[in-house]
């Protein structure tokens, strides 16, 4: 069983950064292609952003994050990040973090919450 921890979330100003952590334990987190997702309340839970496993040479961005957020990981670490710069109020939802361990999203956190407000 993987256990799957994010933290980082707060509440932040428009135009503010935040860097989301999310630590892995209980699997070969090098072997996991690694993904956010949020929700915001009332709203279907939408992806954010992907990094592929091993180096984590391909990323991929939902259109309305790409050039703000940035994926990473550090396979020492069992964590991948997400940075987000020049945060907008319609970026306040729940962030999950989840791990690909085949085909599937298998493995979930509990969220961690970002509200950007003024």
């Known amino acids: 069983q993987v256990q799957v921890v994010e933290s980082g979330g707060g509440l932040v100003q428009p135009g503010d950064s935040l860097r989301l952590s999310c630590e892995t334990s209980g699997g070969d987190f090098i072997r996991y292609g690694m993904a956010w997702f949020r929700q915001a309340p009332g709203k279907e839970r939408e992806f954010v952003a992907e990094?592929?496993?091993?180096?984590?040479?391909?990323?991929f961005y939902a259109e309305s994050v790409k050039g703000r957020f940035t994926i990473s990981r550090d396979n020492t670490k069992n964590t991948v990040y997400l940075q987000m710069d020049n945060l907008k109020p319609e970026d306040t939802a729940t962030y999950y973090c989840?791990?690909?361990?085949?085909?599937?999203?298998?493995?979930w956190g509990q969220g961690t919450q970002v509200t950007v407000s003024s």
């Open positions: 989840t791990v690909r361990a085949t085909t599937d999203y298998e493995y």
């Open positions: 990094i592929s496993r091993k180096s984590g040479s391909s990323t």
